[in-house]
Nanobody, 121 residues
Framework: QVHLVESGGGMVQTGDSLRLSCETSGLTFSSFVMAWFRQAPGKDRDFVAAIRRSPGLTSYTDSVRGRFTISRDNATNTVELQMNRLNPEDTAVYFC??????????????WGQGTQVTVSS
């Protein structure tokens, strides 16, 4: 059974940083594209970042490029999202996802339960 478990969310102030982590089990981690999405109240689930299998090429949505960094560790089956210079528009539930192809739409095979990030002004 596949599990994706996010952690690291919290409540911070504008300009602060957070590091999200997603621990996976039950899948051949190195074979999957890993991604982060986020969903604010009343809005769609939006793409944030993705990282390919190897050599780990990355993609970002424009609003986070230069502030967020996605990384993966195929030895520990984890993917992380370092978020810097956070602002209130980053407030959302952040989801980890695993899929066979990189995509900016939420058509990934496996999902975590999400972790809340709240940024106050």
């Amino acid at each position: 059974q596949v599990h994706l478990v996010e952690s690291g969310g919290g409540m911070v102030q504008t300009g602060d940083s957070l590091r999200l982590s997603c621990e996976t089990s039950g899948l051949t981690f190195s074979s999957f594209v890993m991604a982060w999405f986020r969903q604010a109240p009343g809005k769609d689930r939006d793409f944030v970042a993705a990282i390919r299998r190897s050599p780990g090429l990355t993609s970002y949505t424009d609003s986070v490029r230069g502030r967020f960094t996605i990384s993966r560790d195929n030895a520990t089956n984890t993917v992380e999202l370092q978020m810097n210079r956070l602002n209130p528009e980053d407030t959302a539930v952040y989801f980890c996802a695993a899929g066979s192809d990189i995509a900016t739409t939420p058509r990934y095979q496996f999902w975590g339960q999400g972790t809340q990030v709240t940024v106050s002004s």
